[in-house]
């Protein structure tokens, strides 16, 4: 008897909770309804989409934005000249290559195709004239620089053997101190002397131009010490010459007439046309001393 009555009550309550779960179901959905028959269209959905603006872009890639702002020189262009695709990136399509601007769109195989890893020298397409220091860097410099390459073989130097990436350092377009490798020819000599006689691509080729009137003996003492020790201890008047009164230009031998035309008599110099038979040395000159 009681477990009839249990049984009932059981039954009941199953009954009014599916009835309850129904109609509150039923006022749910009402209320769905009625919202959503107060909620419109938005008005962009009524106009036609027109690209995107590079000025849109940078409201999220302000970093790129600003790249390219500073550095991007002739790739300030807007965004979608190079990005035709965007925001289509799939992780597992994996398909970044196949989005990504192909450089060689634009420039071709500027470098030839042996140079095709524009990034392993531009790093960043936004900021192409940075050109970081890189092994890639270091294969590809005689493309651009075919002259220096010729200069360096025409002239062979311990230069030659050199990586351009040992003395241009740091970031492309650095011009060293010769100071960084090699030692000056005087205390505190200035770095632009060196290019007065050095061209650095060709350091053995002492150039062929007119010494500076001011330039000290000491600058030619590192390559002729003998001659300099000379001129430095001798009693003679050529003491106080500096050497490039006399030698012009590297390796320039001059005649003695240029500064003393002809002192002797005409007998004298017909019998010894060559100063140098009696006066021997200029750098060292037999001087008088008193003495017969």
């Given amino acids: 008897m009681i477990g009839k009555r249990v049984k009932s009550w059981f039954i009941l309550f199953l009954v009014v909770t599916i009835l309850g ?20 269209p938005s008005p962009a959905y009524e106009k036609s989409i027109k690209p995107l603006t590079t000025e849109e872009c940078a409201r999220c890639h302000s970093w790129v934005f600003n790249r390219i702002k500073e550095k991007g020189g002739k790739h300030r262009i807007d965004c979608t000249w190079c990005h035709v695709k965007f925001h289509v990136y799939n992780p597992i399509k994996k398909n970044w290559a196949e989005i990504m601007p192909k450089c060689t769109r634009c420039h071709g195989y500027i470098h030839g195709k042996l140079f095709t890893n524009c990034l392993g020298c531009h790093k960043d397409p936004h900021a192409p004239r940075i050109v970081g220091i890189t092994p890639e860097v270091g294969k590809a410099c005689g493309q651009c620089h075919p002259n220096i390459t010729k200069e360096l073989n025409r002239y062979p130097s311990k230069h030659t053997t050199v990586a351009c990436v040992a003395c241009h350092h740091t ?29 650095p691509h060709s350091p053995l080729r002492i ?26 201890r001798t009693p003679s008047k050529h003491h106080k010459v500096a050497c490039v009164q006399c030698h012009v230009k590297h390796k320039d031998i001059p005649k003695c007439e240029r500064c003393h035309g002809k002192p002797h008599g005409a007998g004298v110099h017909q019998k010894f046309p ?7 040395d200029v750098h060292n000159l037999p001087v008088k001393t008193g003495t017969k």
């Fill in 171 to 199: 970031k492309h377009g650095y011009i060293p101190s010769c100071l960084e490798c090699h030692k000056p020819h005087y205390p505190n000599e200035p770095v632009k002397e060196c290019f007065n006689c050095h061209a």
């Fill in 207 to 232: 150039l062929q131009t007119a010494f500076p009137k001011e330039t000290l003996n000491k600058v030619c003492s590192p390559c002729h010490k003998v001659e300099f020790e000379k001129i430095a």
């Fill in 274 to 280: 060559n100063c140098l038979d009696c006066h021997m």
């Fill in 21 to 40: 779960f129904f109609s509150q179901e039923g006022f749910a959905k009402k209320i769905v309804l009625e919202e959503y028959t107060k909620i419109k």
